[in-house]
């Protein structure tokens, strides 16, 4: 940090909704009932975004589906919307797939993901005539196997990204070829519906690039006596979590001395908190987007070649769609900050498990007129700004939810709460384990939708 400059901050953008429900006293209620942590979760917010990927392929006169990457999310909540409003889920293991079923989703709207498949996991999988993108050689001859043996399989063939050399997903020319001529030879037990790829990062580009050599590659196995009917774009449209200025002015000022024990993230390590292009508006991108740099946009070639487009996003259907909150157990003071320990660990913030720091800023919320400590919150001197990290209850040196000193508007006190916005999208429980006995932080569903706040545990006890 240069001498004399604020801390750097990252405020995620505003949300008044959600900031009502936040003042309006809900989160110390439920810290009371359940200690904390706890994730709230805002169901009409995934509602929103899934409609919002509906109206993009709407708009652009595209046949297509939108299927929720299940990975991002444990929660049954979003599933249960998903069989509610036509959103279909990609699913990569039996577990995620039993869920799907569970809450009603059906088969044929469920696409499975994932290398290597279990034989449990496909056999499931085409029984529920679920679609499979087939990832390998070896994979195919076990689909084509079941299916003969139970009842004809639908399948995608996964194409490993031209530009992706190492990676370990996909099928590459050689196998791909391969792939269409066993596919062809066993074309009444198997249905070859078309062709996937899942690309890392978020560019829009590389996307409408290879989503333009699958409309070819289906053109070509039609050739073939294939259906080829669809291809699938997977996931990674990106999530705008902060505002373009606040997002580079907090790269340009952060340093190691901003974060306890001087500790650095390269900034390369961070999600791009910011993307002027995200959620449903990157698949609008997409489709407006000439493959290769030539002749018609890409969702001109689908309409012309009659293709439907699959995507898969996870992490943007759960945008603002929650948030994570921590009680604060304990504060001391080391030189120049402060080191807030809450009652839950990082496991719950799961950036920290890839070697890189949630960033978008926490928010204080104080323990209001409960008493603190002995004396009346509410009472409290407003007291000086100061910097804290964050760390969790746990013996490990390194378990700490936030590196950075983050600058608090007063000093926090045991019993406040801390508010880590939009953590749905893989923050909030891909990580999370009992570790050291603590429990699983319960998830709240909140239900604002006709102007009353109300909630209900994501997982109601069973019938
Ligand atoms: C095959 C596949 N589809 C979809 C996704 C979801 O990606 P995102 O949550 O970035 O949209 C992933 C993520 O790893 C994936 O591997």
Not at 116 to 127: F, G, N, S
Not at 162 to 168: E, H, I, N
């Amino acid at each position: 940090m240069t001498p004399g400059a604020p801390p750097p901050s990252l405020p995620a953008h505003p949300d008044p909704r959600l900031d009502a429900v936040l003042r309006g006293g809900l989160p110390h209620r439920l810290a009371h009932a359940f200690g904390g942590p706890f994730h709230l979760l805002l169901p009409d917010r995934f509602d929103a975004n899934a409609a919002a990927f509906h109206t993009a392929l709407a708009d652009s006169g595209v046949e297509g589906r939108v299927h929720y990457a299940k990975k991002a999310n444990k929660a049954a909540v979003w599933i249960e919307r998903c069989a509610i409003n036509g959103t279909g889920v990609d699913v990569a293991s039996l577990g995620e797939l039993r869920e799907a079923l569970g809450h009603g989703v059906r088969g044929e709207d469920i696409v499975v993901t994932g290398p290597a498949k279990a034989d449990d996991l496909l056999r499931t999988a085409v029984l529920h005539g679920c679609l499979l993108t087939v990832d390998a050689l070896d994979e195919l001859d076990r689909v084509t196997a079941l299916a003969a043996a139970t009842r004809p399989a639908r399948l995608l063939l996964r194409r490993r990204p031209p530009a992706a050399r190492y990676s370990r997903f996909g099928l590459d020319d050689t196998e791909l070829a391969f792939a269409l001529r066993t596919c062809a030879a066993a074309a009444g037990t198997v249905r070859t519906e078309g062709f996937s790829f899942h690309l890392t990062g978020y560019a829009t580009r590389p996307r409408a690039d290879l989503a333009g050599e699958l409309v070819d590659l289906c053109l070509t196995a039609r050739t073939m006596g294939l259906p080829a009917d669809r291809i699938g774009i997977g996931g990674g449209f990106a999530v705008d979590y902060a505002a373009a200025a606040d997002w580079e002015r907090f790269l340009a000022r952060q340093g190691p001395d901003d974060y306890h024990a001087g500790k650095s993230f390269p900034a390369a390590a961070f999600y791009p908190y910011h993307s002027p292009v995200a959620g449903a508006d990157a698949l609008r991108e997409i489709l407006a987007t000439r493959p290769g740099g030539r002749g018609a946009p890409l969702a001109d070639r689908l309409r012309a070649a009659g293709i439907t487009l699959l995507t898969e996003p996870g992490r943007a259907l759960l945008d603002r769609a929650g948030c994570t909150v921590f009680r604060v157990q304990g504060v001391k003071d080391r030189s120049g900050y402060a080191i807030l320990t809450v009652d839950g660990t990082s496991l719950s913030l799961s950036e920290q498990w890839f070697g890189s720091e949630y960033l978008p800023d926490p928010v204080l919320l104080p323990a209001g007129d409960r008493p603190v400590g002995g004396r009346p919150a509410g009472d409290r001197p407003a007291g000086r700004p100061v910097r804290a990290c964050v760390g969790g209850a746990t013996c490990l040196e390194t378990d700490l939810l936030t590196w950075r000193k983050v600058a608090f508007p007063a000093r926090p006190e045991p019993g406040d709460l801390l508010v880590y916005p939009n953590t749905a999208g893989y923050q909030m429980d891909s990580n999370e384990s009992p570790f050291h006995d603590l429990p699983l932080p319960p998830k709240v569903v909140v239900d604002t939708a006709d102007g009353r706040v109300r909630w209900r545990l994501d997982r109601r006890p069973a019938r």
